[in-house]
T-cell receptor, first 114, second 113 residues
Framework: DAGVIQSPRHEVTEMGQEVTLRCKPI?????LFWYRQTMMRGLELLIY????????DSGMPEDRFSAKMPNASFSTLKIQPSEPRDSAVYFC????????????FGEGSWLTVV | GESVGLHLPTLSVQEGDNSIINCAYS??????FIWYKQESGKGPQFIID?????DKRQGQRVTVLLNKTVKHLSLQIAATQPGDSAVYFC????????????FGAGTRLTVKP
């Protein structure tokens, strides 16, 4: 299996622009997670889905952030409008259903907003 | 102005020595724990896991110890190698939260040749 695939790997954008990050989970995994990693706050859970349905989005920082999972093999995290403080590494992870199953991370999308 | 960020605990060991990385978890109801390794520029990688009905689990060169009494988890790496240099995170999961993993701040391990 190719693992969790994220794109883009790196993005530099100007403040105010829309940013869309994409994720393809591991085939057969029922759970998909979006995390954000910064020096200030470490690794934070933003939102996660079970069977394409958002379960907990309490970690989403503001209304500027939105996430969708239109099907089992694709998810997006969108920031509109982007701000410099959104600069971070955004990780997507997926896992199998059931408590006690580990989750597997993608390589991350490195976002810089200038 | 000075930037403020997470002050990661650091551990520096000599190549060939054993390493012990510690983690204090927060939720006494947590029932499943995982150690992840994150190398520079990469995503966290699964190393080893343990459930709360165990107090020790061994893998290849790694051992995880769980002390539920004091909510403490440790990762032991035998014969540490330069390739083990990374940030190590412990993560906890409670049954109520299904697959929602909560991560600690991490510990940076540096292996000196």
């Amino acid at each position: 299996d190719a693992g969790v695939i994220q794109s883009p790997r790196h993005e530099v954008t100007e403040m105010g622009q829309e940013v869309t990050l994409r994720c393809k989970p591991i085939s057969g995994h029922d759970y998909l997670f979006w995390y954000r990693q910064t020096m200030m706050r470490g690794l934070e859970l933003l939102i996660y889905f079970n069977n394409n349905v958002p379960i907990d989005d309490s970690g989403m920082p503001e209304d500027r952030f939105s996430a969708k999972m239109p099907n089992a093999s694709f998810s997006t995290l969108k920031i509109q409008p982007s701000e410099p403080r959104d600069s971070a590494v955004y990780f997507c992870a997926s896992g199998e259903a059931g408590f006690g199953n580990t989750i597997y991370f993608g390589e991350g999308s490195w976002l810089t907003v200038v | 102005g000075e930037s403020v960020g997470l002050h990661l605990p650091t551990l520096s060991v000599q190549e060939g020595d054993n390493s012990i990385i510690n983690c204090a978890y927060s939720n006494s109801a947590s029932d499943y724990f995982i150690w992840y390794k994150q190398e520079s520029g990469k995503g966290p990688q699964f190393i080893i896991d343990i459930r709360s009905n165990m107090d020790k689990r061994q893998g290849q060169r790694v051992t995880v110890l769980l002390n539920k009494t004091v909510k403490h988890l440790s990762l032991q790496i035998a014969a540490t190698q330069p390739g083990d240099s990374a940030v190590y995170f412990c993560a906890e999961n409670t049954p109520r939260n299904n697959n929602d993993m909560r991560f600690g701040a991490g510990t940076r391990l540096t292996v000196k040749p």
